[in-house]
């Protein structure tokens, strides 16, 4: 099995800074996208943005040039650094990965992290 851990969550104020973590453990061969989605009250689970092993990102249009994701492919570990955030970026936070894992090489599974809550408020 694959476990998936984030960290960073909070409460901040209108332009502060959070960085999220997440860490990969377990039965991991290789992971190839890693990625953060968020779902406020009411609404629906949303990209906010991914990159692959190779270290190509992508990111959802309200976020571009206020968030930066990277990983550490040794670690398992993916970031997401978060400044100038907004109150409509109040939101749980999940962070998912594309996993193969040791006990079946045959397929990509899709895991996701149990979500770190992100509050922008004043």
């Known amino acids: 099995q694959v476990q998936l851990v984030e960290s960073g969550g909070g409460l901040v104020q209108p332009g502060g800074s959070l960085r999220l973590s997440c860490a990969a453990s377990g039965s991991i061969f290789s992971i190839n996208v890693m990625g953060w989605y968020r779902q406020a009250p009411g609404k629906e689970r949303e990209l906010v943005a991914t990159?692959?092993?190779?270290?190509?990102?992508n990111y959802a249009g309200s976020v571009k040039g206020r968030f930066t994701i990277w990983r550490d492919n040794a670690k398992n570990t993916v970031y997401l650094q978060m400044n100038r955030l907004k109150p409509e970026d109040t939101a749980v936070y999940y962070c998912n990965a594309d996993v193969i894992t040791t006990m079946d090489m045959r397929y990509v599974y899709d895991y996701w992290g149990q979500g770190t809550q992100v509050t922008v408020s004043s």
């Open positions: 990159i692959t092993g190779g270290g190509s990102t």
